[in-house]
C-alpha cells in the first residue's frame, strides 16, 4: 500500500456514510414510531464512544489496511483457527452489501426519473423463484438492476488510479450532494418548519407504555438497525497503512468522520419527522428504504415547487458517494484478509497505483449477485447481524491485545475504564439488540444473518487447508503476530 493520503481525504473517502442515514429514517420511524428519534441520538453515542476502541486497534498495526475486524483477528486467531476469518468475514460482508443496498436506489431513480418511457423500464426476466422455501428470496433482472449494475460498475472504475485519487472525486462529489442535503434539512430547522407536535405521543409505535413488552423489542430491533448506519466512522482506520502519518492521521479521521456524521445521524430524522410528520415519514417507499419521495416534500417545503429532477440528481450523486466509501475499505478488507491467510490466494493482488483490485472485482460481482434479490431493506438487517457480531469481537479485542502485546508501542490509547469498563458494556448491549432485534425489521433476519457467517467455514477451509496445507504462510505469522508454532 503507498502512502498517499492524510486524515482530510480520509473524511472525504467515508463521507458517504452519511448519506446511508436517509435509507433508514422511514423503516425506522414505521416501526419505532416518534421516538425513533431517541433511537437515532442513543446509537449515534454509542457509536461515538466505540470509535476510540478502533483507534487504538489501529494506533497497534499501522502497517495493516482492512479495517477494524483486520486488526482484531491478530488477538482472536491465538484462541482458535476459526474465530479471525469468523471476525474478518463478518465485516467484510456487512460494507460490501451496502453496496447493493445504495446501488438498487441510484438505479432505481435513474430510471423513475430519466428512463421510465422507454422499452428499459419494461423490461424483468426471473430467473430463479424461491419465495416458497425462503420467503422473499427470487432472483431477477429488470431495468432498474441493470441501472444500479451501471452505478457499482463506474464506482467500480472511478477507484482504479489509487486512493488519492478517489479522495479527489468523493470530495467533488460530496459538495454536488452533500451540501444540497445538510441545507435541505437545516433550512427547515432555521425558518420554523418544525412542528414539535409531530413528536407525539412519544412512545413506541402501537404500545401504551415505555413499560410494556412490545415497547421493549420495538426499542431493541431500532438499536439494531440503527447500528447499521451510526457505528460506521470506524471505517476511517480501514487506510491506516496509506496515511502519511499514521500516529496522527488515524485519530483525526476518525474523531471527524464521527462528529460530522453523528451531527447528520440526529439532525436529519429530526427534521424529517418534524417537518414531515409520522404520515410522510412512514410511507411505503420510504419505509422501503427509497427516501425519494420525503425528501422532494421536504425540498417543497424548505425551497418551493419545481426542483423534483434535481433532487433525484442529487441522490443519484449521494448514492455514488455512499457505494464508493464501502467499496474502497471492503476491498481492502478482503485483501489483507488473503495476505493474512484467510481468504483465497488470488484476492493478494495490487495495481500500479496500489489499489487492490481483485478484491474491487470479488466486490463487484457479489453485488450484482445481491442486485438480483431487489431486498433491500431484507439484505440491511440480514447484514447487520454479521457486523454486530464483528462489532463485539473487535470491541473485546482491544483488552485482548492490552494482555498479549503490552510492549507493542501505541500512538494512541484509549481510556483504560472505557477498555476494562466500557466494553463489557458495549459488548452486552450490542449482543441484546441482536437477540431481541434482528427480526423486528424483517422476519428470520437473525438466521439469515447467521447463515451467511457461515459461508466463511468452506472458504477458510479451502485456503488454509488446501492452499496452505494447514500452516499459516510465512507473511501471515509476521503480520498475524502468531507465534512460530506453525500449527497454531
Wanted: glycine share 8%; with cysteine.
Amino acid at each position: 500500500m503507498k502512502r498517499t493520503i492524510d486524515w482530510k481525504e480520509t473524511f472525504w473517502l467515508g463521507a458517504g456514510l452519511i448519506v446511508s442515514i436517509l435509507v433508514a429514517i422511514g423503516p425506522m420511524a414505521a416501526i419505532v414510531g416518534t421516538p425513533s428519534i431517541l433511537i437515532w441520538t442513543l446509537s449515534t453515542i454509542i457509536g461515538f464512544v466505540q470509535l476510540f476502541l478502533y483507534t487504538e486497534l489501529a494506533a497497534l498495526f499501522p502497517n495493516k489496511t482492512g479495517g477494524a475486524s483486520i486488526y482484531g483477528a491478530v488477538a482472536w486467531v491465538r484462541y482458535g483457527k476459526l474465530f479471525a476469518p469468523i471476525n474478518v468475514w463478518c465485516y467484510w460482508v456487512t460494507w460490501s452489501a451496502a453496496l447493493a443496498i445504495t446501488a438498487a436506489l441510484a438505479g432505481n431513480y435513474i430510471m423513475t426519473a430519466f428512463l421510465a418511457n422507454t422499452p428499459l423500464a419494461n423490461f424483468s426476466i426471473t430467473l430463479l423463484d424461491l419465495s416458497a422455501i425462503l420467503p422473499g428470496i427470487k432472483f431477477k433482472i429488470d431495468g432498474i438492476i441493470l441501472c444500479s449494475a451501471a452505478v457499482l460498475v463506474l464506482a467500480f472504475y472511478l477507484q482504479h488510479r489509487g486512493l488519492a485519487q478517489t479522495a479527489k472525486v468523493q470530495f467533488a462529489i460530496a459538495i454536488l450532494s452533500l451540501i444540497p442535503l445538510f441545507l435541505l434539512t437545516v433550512v427547515p430547522l432555521l425558518t420554523g418548519k418544525v412542528n414539535l407536535a409531530n413528536f407525539v405521543p412519544f412512545i413506541p409505535q402501537g404500545t401504551t407504555s415505555w413499560l410494556s413488552g412490545d415497547a421493549f423489542i420495538i426499542f431493541m430491533g431500532g438499536m439494531f438497525i440503527a447500528g447499521y448506519i451510526t457505528y460506521g466512522a470506524e471505517l476511517a482506520v480501514c487506510y491506516v497503512s496509506e496515511f502519511k502519518d499514521p500516529a496522527k492521521d488515524g485519530l483525526k479521521a476518525i474523531t471527524l468522520l464521527g462528529a460530522v456524521a453523528g451531527s447528520c445521524f440526529i439532525l436529519f430524522p429530526f427534521t424529517f419527522l418534524g417537518v414531515l410528520g409520522m404520515e410522510n415519514v412512514t410511507d411505503p417507499a420510504f419505509v422501503n428504504g427509497d427516501p425519494q419521495a420525503a425528501v422532494v416534500k421536504l425540498a417543497e417545503i424548505a425551497f418551493g415547487t419545481g426542483s423534483g429532477k434535481l433532487l433525484t440528481l442529487m441522490l443519484i450523486f449521494a448514492l455514488i458517494l455512499a457505494i464508493i466509501t464501502p467499496m474502497s475499505s471492503s476491498a481492502r478488507t478482503l485483501y489483507q484478509a488473503s495476505v493474512d491467510g484467510f481468504f483465497p490466494k488470488f484476492l493478494s493482488k495490487l495495481n500500479k497505483h496500489g489499489v487492490p483490485i481483485r478484491a474491487m472485482w470479488t466486490d463487484l460481482i457479489f453485488n450484482l449477485f445481491l442486485l438480483t434479490l431487489g431486498n433491500p431493506v431484507f439484505v440491511f438487517a440480514a447484514c447487520n447481524v454479521a457486523y454486530l457480531i464483528c462489532i463485539c469481537m473487535d470491541l473485546n479485542a482491544v483488552w485482548m491485545l492490552r494482555k498479549q502485546m503490552p510492549n507493542q508501542p501505541r500512538s494512541f490509547r484509549a481510556p483504560d475504564w472505557l477498555v476494562y469498563g466500557g466494553v463489557p458494556v458495549l459488548t452486552v448491549l450490542n449482543l441484546s439488540f441482536i437477540i431481541f432485534g434482528a427480526n423486528v425489521f424483517a422476519p428470520n433476519a437473525l438466521w439469515y444473518g447467521l447463515g451467511a457467517i457461515v459461508i466463511i467455514f468452506p472458504i477458510f477451509y479451502y485456503r488454509h487447508y488446501i492452499v496452505d496445507k494447514g500452516v499459516w504462510p510465512e507473511s501471515a505469522r509476521n503480520n498475524l503476530e502468531i507465534p512460530e508454532d506453525p500449527q497454531m
